[in-house]
């Protein structure tokens, strides 16, 4: 055996890969253990997986998203898949899935599998912000979340037409999903000359920034994010940046200030301060 491979596996396929003899030599030197039968750890490092194996399953749903990389929700707990004897012998929670379940198992679900199960616990806005950026890193297309979305429940198939593969943040999606809720017409990733691109375009001339703009830590980011914001009024935009934060945990204050701009008719007037914001000199206050 040249490498230990750390990670959590079905017993039996550590067996197949290094043979019975590595795998109790393994365990008798402590360099792995067993987390419950059928299941053993290699190496000690931390791994999301290790907590789902133990509660009877493995790790999917919400929690296996995140571990690839997808943006999710905010969420606490580890979402765990039980198979069939842990369903009914474990206490749970365990995620569902819709239509027929998976023969291939591993201790981390796929991004596939675990999106099944993860519509069950996600809300509509959830299902789409996990869609955009699955198709956003390249995980999976439009046509294969549609395939696989043709035995989900209707409530999630009436989703489908909501997913955009363009948005660039978590944020983003949600952001554009709670204003097409509302009807109101807007773009995403739109390239404005001498602004540059930027998240979402409500109408001509109102635009909303995402964790951009004056969130950005570091001194070059905040000051390129300044002029960036000039250049915009000066030509005439209404900007609302918003942060993290705002958008995810003080949503209902954040959509309503979108909502408020929509109403007074920000996106079809020009700003009052186009052509009269002078550029930034001093340097930023730090
Ligand atoms: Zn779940």
Known sequence: ???????????????????????????????????????????????????????????????????????????????????????????????????????????????????????????????VVVCDSLVYLGMMSFDEIEHLFRSAPGRVRRLLDKIDGRAMSGQESMIRFRLLRENVKLDIQVKIAG??????????????????FEFHGDRPHFTSDRIRITDAQN????????????VVLDKDKTHERIMTAIRNGAHMRRSVLAGVVPEMTTEPAW
């Open 1 to 127: 055996m040249n490498e230990i491979p750390f990670g959590v596996y079905p017993t039996s396929r550590l067996y197949q890969t290094l043979g019975r003899a590595s795998v109790e030599k393994l365990l008798r030197e402590r360099k792995a253990r067993v987390l419950r039968r059928g299941w053993i750890q290699v190496g000690d490092r931390q791994d999301p997986a290790v907590e789902a194996v133990r509660r009877g399953g493995v790790l999917s749903c919400v929690s296996a998203l995140d571990y690839h990389g997808v943006s999710v929700p905010e969420h606490h707990d580890v979402h765990v898949r039980g198979n069939r004897w842990a369903v009914s012998n474990r206490r749970g929670p365990f995620c569902r899935r819709f239509g027929r379940p998976e023969s291939e198992y591993g201790a981390i679900d796929d991004v596939a599998t675990a999106l099944a199960h993860s519509v069950h616990c996600l809300d509509d806005e959830g299902i």
């Open 195 to 212: 602004v540059g691109t930027v998240d979402i375009l409500i109408g001509r001339w109102l635009i909303v920034e995402l964790d951009g």
């Open 235 to 246: 030509l005439g935009y209404h900007l609302l940046p918003f942060s993290y934060d705002q």
